[in-house]
Antibody
Framework: QVQLVESGGGVVQPGGSLRLSCAASGFTFSSYAFHWVRQAPGKGLEWMAVISNDEADKYYADSVKGRFSISRDNSKNNLYLQMNSLRVEDTAVYYC???????????????WGQGTLVTVSS | QSVLTQPPSVSGAPGLRVTISCTGSSSNIGAGYAVHWYQQLPGTAPKLLIF???NRPSGVPDRFSGSKSGTSASLAITGLQAEDEADYYC???????????FGGGTKLTVL
C-alpha cells in the first residue's frame, strides 16, 4: 500500500536550517509529482511547494520562495524540503503529499504522510 | 487570509444535511480550475474526500457530494454521523498567484 513517511523535523532557532525527508513506498515514486503542505498549530492547511515527477518543474509559495527548496531522488524514492532562514512563523507540521495524476494544476492530493513537526524557537 | 473563503464552522444534528461553501474568484474556481475537498479528523493527516468538483474516491460514502457554480463550490454531507466530525478544506489552483490554494477550513460539529 502507498506509504509516505516524513522525517527530519525538530526544534531549530530562528535563522537556522532544517532538511525534511519523505520516504515513499508501495508505488512507482518516479511517476508522481509531490507537494509539501504545512499546518501551523491550530491553523489551516498552507501549500508550500510542488515538484514534478522528473524534477523539471518546481513551484513555491511566495511565503517561502528563496528560503525553501524542494527536491527529490527518484533512485531512492525520497522527497526533500530544504528549509533555510527559518522564522518563528514557519512553525508547523509539514506534510508530504502525492499528486494523484495528470496535469498538476488540476490534480488532487490523493495520499498524505503523517507529518513531521518543525518548531522554530529561540 | 485565505484566497478561498469557507465558513469557520457548521453544525447539524445526526441524520440531517449540512453544506460547506468555498468561495473563490475569477482566478481560481471561476477560471475553471478543479476544486477538491479534504477531510481532516482530529489528530490525523487530511484525506481526499471529493476530487474534480464532484467525484468520490473509492471508499468515500455517497453521503458526501460536491458541486460548483461560478466562483464558488460546495460540499454537502447528508445523513450526518458522529464520525463526520472533522475539519473540511477546499483546494484549487490560483492563476494570479501561481499557487495551489486551500480554503481556511470548516469545523463540522455533529450535535
Amino acid at each position: 500500500q502507498v506509504q509516505l513517511v516524513e522525517s527530519g523535523g525538530g526544534v531549530v532557532q530562528p535563522g537556522g536550517s532544517l532538511r525534511l525527508s519523505c520516504a515513499a513506498s508501495g508505488f512507482t515514486f518516479s511517476s508522481y509529482a509531490f507537494h509539501w503542505v504545512r499546518q501551523a498549530p491550530g491553523k489551516g492547511l498552507e501549500w508550500m511547494a510542488v515538484i514534478s515527477n522528473d524534477e523539471a518543474d518546481k513551484y513555491y509559495a511566495d511565503s517561502v520562495k528563496g528560503r525553501f527548496s524542494i527536491s527529490r531522488d527518484n533512485s531512492k524514492n525520497n522527497l526533500y524540503l530544504q528549509m533555510n532562514s527559518l522564522r518563528v512563523e514557519d512553525t508547523a507540521v509539514y506534510y508530504c503529499a502525492r499528486v494523484f495524476s495528470g496535469v498538476i494544476v488540476f490534480s488532487p492530493i490523493d495520499y498524505w504522510g503523517q507529518g513531521t513537526l518543525v518548531t522554530v524557537s529561540s | 487570509q485565505s484566497v478561498l473563503t469557507q465558513p469557520p464552522s457548521v453544525s447539524g444534528a445526526p441524520g440531517l444535511r449540512v453544506t460547506i461553501s468555498c468561495t473563490g474568484s475569477s482566478s481560481n474556481i471561476g477560471a475553471g480550475y478543479a476544486v477538491h475537498w479534504y477531510q481532516q479528523l482530529p489528530g490525523t493527516a487530511p484525506k481526499l474526500l471529493i476530487f474534480l468538483t464532484n467525484n468520490r474516491p473509492s471508499g468515500v460514502p455517497d453521503r458526501f457530494s460536491g458541486s460548483k457554480s461560478g466562483t464558488s463550490a460546495s460540499l454537502a454531507i447528508t445523513g450526518l454521523q458522529a464520525e463526520d466530525e472533522a475539519d473540511y478544506y477546499c483546494q484549487s489552483y490560483d492563476s494570479s498567484l501561481s499557487e495551489w490554494v486551500f480554503g481556511g477550513g470548516t469545523k463540522l460539529t455533529v450535535l
